[in-house]
């Protein structure tokens, strides 16, 4: 009991921690968002421009797909540095949870788009011919055949995207992004406070299986098979 007084009682966790967190519920929300509007169509569009796809292209899939690919392959911090220039473009600062999105977006659309692909990829091609006897225009099929039968997966895929956002959203604090990553390393690990590093963990950790069982939940509900 003594332990969690001063856990309670801890002036940083009183008044910062609150902040913090809220801080990167904004981050993760806002950057997640962006993704879902950006990465699925980009991923629809890497089915689509595919051999065999409904638009194909080998040309536009490859240079959609290589661009991809290295954005992927990235690591996130390094991913942060590089952007700088373009996030003091587009925020006017390098600092702070707003300027935080602009990376997180950037490292997170491609890592959906890829998901996106993998998730269409495996609706059954007899769908797609069944809607394609019956005149549905390309347009139809992308969304009432693709996307509705893969939903679920689509669904799961998101979640695991958001999860992976809450992650870099942490290291974000190690270029002053703001949120739970910089209380952690300004309070927890520069001031050798175990208390403070503890309860950072423990509220990323609750924001993931928060997030896990939101999606879980949705896809479950949207899965008729």
């Known amino acids: 009991m003594s332990w969690l007084a001063e856990l309670w009682n801890h002036p940083v966790i009183q008044h910062k921690l609150p902040t913090a967190t809220l801080e990167t519920l904004e981050m993760v929300g806002l950057a997640s968002l962006l993704t879902l509007l950006l990465g699925l169509p980009l991923g629809l569009l890497l089915v689509s421009t595919a051999r065999g796809g409904l638009t194909a ?91 509705r039968e893969a939903l679920p997966a689509l669904v799961a895929s998101f979640t695991v995207t958001v999860i992976a956002l809450v992650g870099y959203s942490a290291m974000a604090g190690v270029i002053g992004g703001g949120g739970l990553g910089a209380l952690a390393i300004s309070y ?38």
């Open 57 to 147: 292209n080998a040309t536009v899939n490859r240079v959609v797909g290589f661009v991809a690919n290295i954005v992927r392959s990235l690591p996130f911090l390094i991913l942060m540095i590089s952007v700088i220039p373009f996030t003091r473009l587009v925020v006017g600062t390098s600092l702070g949870w707003q300027a935080a999105v602009v990376p997180l977006t950037i490292g997170a659309i491609p890592f959906y788009a890829r998901l996106v692909e993998t998730a269409v990829r495996d609706v059954s091609p007899g769908k797609v011919e069944a809607a394609r006897v019956i005149g549905a225009t390309r347009r139809g099929i992308v969304v009432q055949v693709l996307v």
């Open 188 to 225: 927890g690990y520069q001031r050798f406070d175990s208390v403070v590093m503890i309860a950072c963990v423990v509220v990323i950790v609750v924001i993931v299986a928060v997030v896990q069982a939101v999606g879980d939940l949705v896809a479950r509900r949207l899965d008729h098979r």
